[in-house]
């Protein structure tokens, strides 16, 4: 993971790969994980006065369904 570094050390792609290892590895729930990102969100921008950059736009119609397909594919 992130080698026990300090959040304001770690660059955007550890904290991608930390929301992935959430769904993929732990299968957290859509509402865990979105309460996860919203967490992250709020400590970045209000504690350490940073922005998570390309983690908080809304996904495009395409990309919704691909994790939809991906989301049903896992299910077996």
Known sequence: MHNKKHPKDLENTEIEHFL???A???KVSAATQNQALCA???MY???LNREIEGCCR????VFTML???ISLAMLG
């Open 20 to 22: 992935n290892y959430l």
């Open 24 to 26: 993929t590895h732990r």
């Open 40 to 42: 992250l969100v709020f």
């Open 45 to 47: 921008r209000y504690v």
């Open 58 to 61: 809304r996904p495009t119609p």
């Open 67 to 69: 994790i939809s397909y």
